[in-house]
């Protein structure tokens, strides 16, 4: 059977999946990988690294990524994979979500692959999508009836982008003379910081959660008699009390890339 290669290639890791496509829409999971950003940017690496990939997995047919590295990154990648057809889906609406920016590439292909799983599976009016990452994303998508648009299922309305909880930590040791790096540990958030490390964690704690709350606040002003769902991708979720929202929360892991698979469905 034919094989899918799915890449989300961000600032940190380079995640992929090797997947195969059931006649009913859905999708089989092969394997499920990672490697560093920094293994692949080099110009021979990511032949060397498809090369061993197809060795293990000869019946791949198509390759689809979704890249915040730029077009040279990408070129490379197109060397690298040869005569296999390498698909770049685009932000573009689609009968599950429609996009509001003017200008829709302007909009992170992460942001929108997320947004696109979180439409496909949600059945709820007032959703969140938050990505804890390089940078943290927090995505408002709403059901089209509420903002009286019908040619998708689901609207995104747009969202906030933060800096993540590693790009904080790493901010405050570069900028500063005295601050030290280490590793960021969640804080219990009832007790003071009596130390410079808890200090910089419970800050950074506090500014992540911030950006959440102030989303839901922005919701609940909208329509305050809708329940606002927060759904949360990425690692770094365990590190928050997220139960201290007030929401249901739900975690979709792998979002990217079952947006990449939406998008096969949709032949976008």
């Known amino acids: 059977m034919p094989l899918f290669l799915l ?3 961000g600032n940190s890791r380079v995640k992929w999946q090797v997947c195969q496509k059931q006649s009913q829409g859905g999708f089989d999971v092969i394997t499920t990988d990672v490697v560093a950003t920094e293994q692949l940017l080099l110009p021979n ?14 019946t791949i047919q198509h390759v689809v990524v979704a890249s915040v590295l730029g077009l040279d990154w990408l070129q490379g990648l197109r060397h690298a994979v040869g005569s296999v057809p390498l698909l770049v889906p685009r932000v573009q609406a689609c009968s599950v979500l429609s996009c509001p920016y003017y200008h829709n590439q302007q909009l992170g292909i992460d942001r929108w692959l997320g947004c696109l799983a979180l439409a496909t599976e949600s059945t709820f009016a007032v959703n969140l999508m938050v990505s804890f990452g390089t940078a943290t994303t927090v995505d408002a998508v709403v059901q089209s009836s509420l903002v009286q648009q019908t040619a998708s299922r689901f609207v995104h309305l747009g969202g906030f982008i933060a800096p993540g909880v590693d790009l904080m930590m790493r ?13 960021f540990q969640a804080q219990d958030q009832a007790i003071w910081p009596t130390s410079t490390r808890q200090a910089i964690c419970m800050g950074v704690q506090l500014a992540q959660q911030s950006v959440l709350e102030n989303a839901i606040r922005l919701l609940h002003l909208q329509w305050p008699n809708e329940q606002v769902v927060v759904w949360v991708a990425g690692g770094a979720y365990s590190w928050f009390n ?27």
């Open 7 to 9: 890449i989300d290639a």
């Open 45 to 58: 690496q990511p032949i060397d690294w498809f090369r061993e990939l197809s060795s293990k997995y000869p």
């Open 171 to 183: 901010s405050l040791s570069s900028a500063t003379q005295q601050l030290p790096q280490f590793e």
């Open 242 to 268: 997220l139960e201290s929202l007030g929401c249901q929360v739900i975690l979709i892991p792998n979002a990217v890339f079952k947006g990449l698979q939406q998008c096969l469905n949709l032949n976008l």
